[in-house]
């Protein structure tokens, strides 16, 4: 197995040149099959996390996901970037609290939300979203853990037609110390460009919501990383849904689509 430190290294060398696809697995067998199938990090999805639990998003604790994280890091050589929501606290010197937390779990990243921890359907407002990435950076500073500060507004979630002020968030949040950016919901091409450019020299995240625009497009547009959030694990959803409403309805045959045993028990018994 890798050591903390190694797999931080790498993290930080990933953010410094070309683009890469941090998929978002759920548990620790999904994050070794990522790692199966060659890709080189991954990030938590707090979404799929939470289903896993029987649980919505956003209803999990700070202690439930920081035991999904230290599992998750025993279990798997790649770089982990967790979705770590809005801290878990409000004020700057909670949320620093929480940061400490995180990096004792051995991850490599970890992403900041603006969405109120108390209403998730609103949004910190700038100066307060600010401080708290101030309190972030001092954090890992503190540790000189090397961990990759994500910052994260989820403003185009909640207004898709808000890209400006998405991006002004954006470059003020990476003013306050934020080593990579992210505005999950942008989908206009150039849009992504725009934000590319505003908060160069620092790595813009972008979350795959248009289906017909590939990795290599994203690349050319300047994105640095991107991820698929909770679409994984709603992929894996779906299936088990149409296959057990089949078997509901007196059918079988979708079971036919699953891959064998045996194959599965070569991955999970030639990883970590």
């Known amino acids: 197995m890798k050591t903390t430190a190694e797999k931080r290294a790498r993290f930080r060398e990933l953010h410094r040149s070309g683009c890469f696809v941090l998929p978002n ?5 999904s994050a070794r099959m990522m790692e199966h199938l060659g890709f080189e990090a991954i990030a938590t999805t707090s979404g799929g996390f939470a289903w896993t639990m029987g649980r919505p998003d956003y209803s999990v604790t700070i202690d439930n996901v920081l ?17 770590f929501q809005s801290g878990f606290a409000r004020d700057p010197q909670s949320l620093a609290a929480n940061v400490d937390q995180v990096i004792d779990t051995g991850i490599a990243g970890f992403s900041i939300e603006d969405r109120d921890v108390e209403s998730i359907d609103k949004l910190y407002d700038t100066v307060l979203a600010v401080e708290r990435i101030r309190a972030a950076r001092e954090a890992i500073d503190r540790s000189a853990s090397g961990v990759i500060l994500v910052a994260r507004t989820e403003r185009l979630l909640i207004d898709p037609s808000a890209v400006r002020v998405a991006t002004d968030t954006l470059v003020a949040l990476a003013e306050a110390g934020a080593d ?9 091409k150039s ?10 020299p620092k790595p813009l995240n972008v979350l795959a919501l248009d289906r017909t625009t590939g990795v290599t497009e994203l690349a050319d547009l300047g994105v640095r990383r991107i991820s698929v959030g909770s679409s994984l694990a709603k992929v894996g959803w779906s299936a088990i849904i149409k ?3 089949q078997i509901k309805s007196g059918s079988f045959a979708g079971l036919s689509e699953a891959d064998s045993a045996g194959d599965l028990n070569k991955v999970f018994g030639g990883v970590a």
């Open 180 to 188: 990579c950016l992210y505005a999950p919901g942008v989908r206009n």
């Open 191 to 200: 849009d992504i460009a725009a934000m590319v450019q505003a908060v160069a």
């Open 243 to 245: 296959a057990t409403k």
């Open 25 to 29: 697995p759920w548990d620790v067998g």
């Open 67 to 83: 035991e999904h994280l230290v599992a998750l890091e025993k279990n798997t050589d790649l770089p982990i970037n967790a979705d």
